[in-house]
Antibody, heavy 120, light 111 residues
Framework: QVQLQESGPGLVKPSETLSLTCSVS????????WTWIRQPPGKGLEWIGY???????YYRPSLKSRLTISLDTSKNQFSLRLSSVTAADTAVYYC??????????????WGQGILVTVSS | QSVLTQPPSVSGAPGQRVTISCTGS?????????VHWYKQLPGTAPKVLIY???NRPSGVPDRFSGSKSGTSASLAITGLQAEDEADYYC???????????FGGGTKLTVL
């Protein structure tokens, strides 16, 4: 059974960089879209971006200038770095595995989520 | 401002049938991209309910069904049960995002 687990600091200061790691167990990190999705408190889901196992990245346009998603196949992990954060980046951050059907990704395995608060 | 539009809330009595709509545009559903549906209980991660418009992962009851037509999609739940009370999200690919778009979510209340 594939499992994903987010890790990282739960509190980040404004203007600093938010860094999270997702550890994947129970399956290979190949052949899927490894994805970050966030959910501000009381709000809906927002796709942040994903990285294909080949290393190609796809980012939400509004976050692209601040965002880096990377993959470490040797550790079965992928990571998120979001720079220059503000209070608007406060959210539960989920990592997820994206499978595809007719080229459209859907998310079949999710981490439990980690709340990241941006505050001084 | 989500690229897919869902009603904020729907409700139904136990045993009834409810539907949740997901309205898109020529940038997403209308362009032919598939729609997926998720169920999210409070404090937990979403779980895929329907993928590829109408396919159910193993373990999802056949009370849940999906359909798509034109620029819209729908999730139908029959034989409503108390444990169906949750938030439901639709998702597709959106050309303006060059990536994934979600609906704003619909809160289902079982009366």
């Amino acid at each position: 059974q594939v499992q994903l687990q987010e890790s990282g600091p739960g509190l980040v200061k404004p203007s600093e960089t938010l860094s999270l790691t997702c550890s994947v167990s129970g399956g290979s990190i190949s052949s899927y879209y490894w994805t970050w999705i966030r959910q501000p408190p009381g709000k809906g889901l927002e796709w942040i971006g994903y990285i294909y196992y080949s290393g190609s990245t796809y980012y939400r346009p509004s976050l692209k200038s601040r965002l880096t998603i990377s993959l470490d196949t040797s550790k079965n992990q992928f990571s998120l770095r979001l720079s220059s954060v503000t209070a608007a980046d406060t959210a539960v951050y989920y990592c997820a595995r994206g499978d595809t059907i007719y080229g459209v990704a859907y998310f079949d395995y999710w981490g439990q989520g980690i709340l990241v608060t941006v505050s001084s | 401002q989500s690229v897919l539009t869902q009603p904020p809330s729907v409700s139904g009595a136990p045993g009834q049938r409810v539907t949740i709509s997901c309205t898109g545009s020529s940038s997403n559903i209308g362009a032919g991209y598939d729609v997926h549906w998720y169920k999210q209980l409070p404090g937990t991660a979403p779980k895929v309910l329907i993928y590829g418009n109408r396919n159910r992962p193993s373990g999802v009851p056949d009370r849940f069904s999906g359909s798509k037509s034109g620029t819209s999609a729908s999730l139908a739940i029959t034989g409503l049960q108390a444990e169906d009370e949750a938030d439901y999200y639709c998702q597709s690919y959106d050309r303006s995002l060059s990536g994934v778009g979600f609906g704003g979510g619909t809160k289902l209340t079982v009366l």
